[in-house]
């Protein structure tokens, strides 16, 4: 009896520790409204850089939406971070190519930085990439280029079974124009998919940095890029990159913390 009783509570007294409340495990996290009022509430009061953590915050928990980062780009704008500021105005561009409020704000981060480089693309191809995403996603693209090859299809399809069906010429020109609707919208979007602009976008995001002949301090120095500067990604290795002005004819190696890469984890 002994050792039963003595089983019994044992077992009771790990019972009790199991029921105690343990910090960290029980207590709730706050929710992404909650995160966002906090960071909102900090902007309102002009505490720019922490509401821009905030938002960073919210990012790194895995919350990404054009609002969110239309939000760390203003923090960043107000605090003097015109570089952090162009990065995510980018992003959200990237999300929402048509907002009114995304295109106005980085047109004024661009106006605040120092380096003032023409932003041409290097081909025709990646032009014609560049002009479709200022107005519509891939995800947009395909669905109309679906929606109008099923179209099509319809119509066709209607013409053959049906010899007699009424009004055959207009439903030849919708079946003609459908189907040609939905071939230049699928032209487009591997287009857009093949040479995507923002693959290998960056943003010096140093307040400057030396662009070097090589990936090592010991290299010739070839030209100076201030916060906001917008460059391309052609090479990476041990804590270098290099990277290339818009048209591709200059290029040099920075450190990789200089810079960031519009799409994230790209240069990490």
């Known amino acids: 009896m002994t050792g039963s009783r003595l089983t019994i509570a044992a077992l009771l007294t790990l019972a009790g520790f199991l029921l105690l409340p343990v910090p960290g495990i029980l207590a709730q996290e706050p929710s992404s409204t909650d995160l966002m009022a906090a960071a909102n509430g900090r902007y309102e009061r002009g505490e720019f850089a922490e509401a821009a953590q905030q938002y960073e ?12 980062y239309y939000n760390i780009g203003n923090a960043y704008l107000e605090s003097g971070d015109p570089g ?13 190519p048509r907002n009114p409020n995304v295109r106005a704000n980085l047109d004024l981060a661009r106006s605040m930085t120092l380096d003032r480089i023409e932003t041409e693309r290097d081909s025709l191809v990646e032009s014609v990439s560049y002009l479709g995403r200022r107005w519509v996603t891939p995800g947009e693209l395909g669905t109309v280029a679906l929606l109008f090859w099923v179209i099509g299809a319809l119509v066709i399809s209607t013409l053959l079974l049906w010899r007699t069906a009424p009004l055959r010429a207009a439903l030849r020109i919708v079946g003609g124009v459908s189907t040609v609707t939905a071939l230049l919208a699928f032209a487009l979007l591997l287009n857009m998919l093949y040479a995507n602009p923002y693959d290998s976008a960056g943003v010096v995001t140093a307040e400057s940095v030396e662009a070097l002949s090589g ?51 790209g240069n990490e």
Not at 84 to 96: C, D, F, G, Q
Not at 234 to 239: K, S
Not at 245 to 252: R, T
């Open 57 to 68: 915050n919210l990012i790194a928990m895995g919350y990404e939406n054009t609002a969110l």
């Open 84 to 96: 952090r500021a162009i990065l995510n105005y980018l992003r959200a561009e990237e999300l929402s």
């Open 215 to 265: 990936p090592g301090f010991q290299y010739t120095e070839e030209f100076t890029l201030h916060s906001g500067a917008q460059v391309r990604l052609l090479d990476a290795r041990q804590g270098w990159m290099q990277v290339a002005l818009p048209g591709g004819e200059i290029s040099g190696w920075m450190p990789a913390h200089a810079a960031e890469l519009v799409r994230r984890g």
